[in-house]
Structure formats: structure tokens, C-alpha cells
T-cell receptor, first 114, second 113 residues
């Protein structure tokens, strides 16, 4: 078990460009969560999946954001037409919907929009 | 909607001293409560959680927390801190054990040698 992995770890992009992040959860985990953390704040919930179904989306997830988990395994988070306000750490977590329920977090992808 | 307040942005304690980090939550029903730690360059790690039962919960790294419903609090304690405890600590709440987690803004812990 290698834990939750996220790629890339860092991304610098220019305003207006599209970016995509990938999250690979712990293999037997059927729930996958995306959070965003800005400097000096706690993580804020964005969306989550159970298997391939997206069950909830935060109001923070504007129409420029889209997340997918096509086969119920890895997930991608895409941001279109990035803005400077999108600069943040994007965290992925996974859990199993039975058992300990603990959410295991990945190391995050730090996005800087210039 | 549920929310979490961590009133202390920074806390400084001497190595070997006791620690208490404060957390208050807002939620009408029985909450699911968590404490996470985040070290520089590291991911969030769960220290402990309260779902039900005994209101004093033990976690990893010698931490414990006490759920007090009457005060809507879930304070984190450690009897003797080590320099390696320097990190950011987040209190969090969920409405269900496998639901999204609502985090506080965090308390940064500094340790004096």
C-alpha cells in the first residue's frame, strides 16, 4: 500500500491556461475526495466520488472546474481558464465506505497561477 | 451548516511542557470530530477521531482529545510536547463518518527548545 498519490506535485501556469491534476487513491478505497487549501486556511471541500459517481459538489466548484473518476479508480481535476485566485494546494483523499472510514490524504498539488 | 472554530492561530510552548489546543464546533446533531496534523511538506495525518462512546479519545503520538457536548468543544491535549510536534493542527467536523470534512483554520504550534 503506497498511499494516496497526486501528480504533479507542483504546477505553475499562466492565467487563462487549463490545468489538470491526477489523484490515485489507495487501491481498495471506493470514496475519493478533493479539497483545496489556501495559505493560512484549512482545507475546503470541493467534491467527492463514490466509485465513479460524483455525489456532491461544493459551491466553491465553479463551472471552470470539473472532476472525473471514470473507472472508479484514479480521478482528475481540471481547471479551465485559470485565474490567480485558483492558486492553492489541491488535496485528494480516499476512504472506504465501510470500516474505519478514515480519509487518507495525498501530498497535494500546489498550483501557482501567474 | 456545520463549522469549526480554532481560536488560536499560533501557540508557542516549551519542549516538555503540556499542550492544549482549543476547538469549538457548530452542529445541531451529534458530530463526528477529528484532529489532523500537517507538517511542512507533508500531507494531512489523522491524529484521532470521535464518533461515539467514551468522550475521551486517545490518538497517535501521545495525543488525546475530550468531547464536551455542553461546551461544543473538542480540545486536543498532550502532557509533554516534543520538538517534532511543531506543525499545524486542524480540528474538523463531519455530519457522518464517511462524509465530507469541514476543517477549522488551523493552529500553528511552535516549540521552544
Amino acid at each position: 500500500d503506497t498511499g494516496v498519490s497526486q501528480n504533479p506535485r507542483h504546477k505553475i501556469t499562466k492565467r487563462g491556461q487549463n490545468v489538470t491534476f491526477r489523484c490515485d487513491p489507495i487501491s481498495e478505497h471506493n470514496r475519493l475526495y478533493w479539497y483545496r487549501q489556501t495559505l493560512g486556511q484549512g482545507p475546503e471541500f470541493l467534491t467527492y466520488f463514490q466509485n465513479e459517481a460524483q455525489l456532491e459538489k461544493s459551491r466553491l466548484l465553479s463551472d471552470r472546474f470539473s472532476a472525473e473518476r471514470p473507472k472508479g479508480s484514479f480521478s482528475t481535476l481540471e481547471i479551465q481558464r485559470t485565474e490567480q485566485g485558483d492558486s492553492a494546494m489541491y488535496l485528494c483523499a480516499s476512504s472506504h465506505s465501510v470500516g474505519s472510514y478514515e480519509q487518507y490524504f495525498g501530498p497535494g498539488t500546489r498550483l501557482t497561477v501567474t | 451548516a456545520q463549522s469549526v472554530t480554532q481560536p488560536d492561530i499560533h501557540i508557542t510552548v516549551s519542549e516538555g511542557a503540556s499542550l492544549e489546543l482549543r476547538c469549538n464546533y457548530s452542529y445541531g446533531a451529534t458530530p463526528y470530530l477529528f484532529w489532523y496534523v500537517q507538517s511542512p511538506g507533508q500531507g494531512l495525518q489523522l491524529l484521532l477521531k470521535y464518533f461515539s462512546g467514551d468522550t475521551l479519545v486517545q490518538g497517535i503520538k501521545g495525543f488525546e482529545a475530550e468531547f464536551k457536548r455542553s461546551q461544543s468543544s473538542f480540545n486536543l491535549r498532550k502532557p509533554s510536547v516534543h520538538w517534532s510536534d511543531a506543525a499545524e493542527y486542524f480540528c474538523a467536523v463531519a455530519t457522518n463518518r464517511d462524509d465530507k470534512i469541514i476543517f477549522g483554520k488551523g493552529t500553528r504550534l511552535h516549540i521552544l527548545p
